[in-house]
Structures are given as C-alpha cells and as structure tokens.
Nanobody, 115 residues
C-alpha cells in the first residue's frame, strides 16, 4: 500500500514563503509523475504543478515564477517551494503520485496567506 504524507503548510503573511514536502512510502514500482493540487473553500480542486519522470515540470499560470516543484528520487519526496505568496494561494494543498495504472493522494496540508 502506497502512502503519501504532506508537511510544511501553515500561516504566512502576503509575500511570505513556504516549502511543502510530500513523501511516498510503500511499494512503488515506477513513478510517472508527481503533482501538487490545491482546493480553496467553495472551489474545485486545481492542478498547481507537475514533475514528470524525465524531469519536465509544468505549472498553472497563476503560480509561474513564484512556485517551484522539485523531487528527490532517492527519498521519494516531492517539494513545492512557494515564494511571494498571495491570499489567493490560500487552500488545502494535496500531493498526488501516478504510478501507472495507479494514482495515490495525500491527506492534504493547509496553507493560509493573510493579507
């Protein structure tokens, strides 16, 4: 059974920084992509960033230039460095792992940005 555990959320002021971590444990044969999603109150969950097995990254437009996704393959850990945080970034952030044909989700970590 694969488990994902996120950490690093919290309360920061506008312009602040946070780094989220997500560590995968269990039997993982081959990770195709690891992603960060977020869900704000009353809104649908949205994809924030992906990092693929070949190292490519993708970001939603609203976080480009502010957020950076990275991975430590040896530790099965993906990170999301979040700089210049804005109140609109307030949400529960979820980690997702795809090891085709399976996908796994973490429990989420709250990020709150005060104005």
């Amino acid at each position: 059974q694969v488990q994902l555990v996120e950490s690093g959320g919290g309360l920061v002021q506008t312009g602040g920084t946070l780094r989220l971590s997500c560590t995968a444990s269990g039997i993982i044969t081959s990770i195709n992509v690891m992603s960060w999603y977020r869900q704000a109150p009353g809104k649908e969950r949205e994809l924030v960033a992906d990092i693929f097995r070949d190292g490519r990254t993708k970001y939603v437009d609203s976080v480009k230039g502010r957020f950076t996704i990275s991975i430590n393959n040896a530790k099965n850990t993906v990170y999301l460095q979040m700089n210049s945080l804005e109140p609109e970034d307030t949400a529960v952030y979820y980690c997702m792992l795809v090891a085709t044909p399976y996908s796994y989700w973490g429990q989420g970590t709250q990020v709150t940005v005060s104005s």
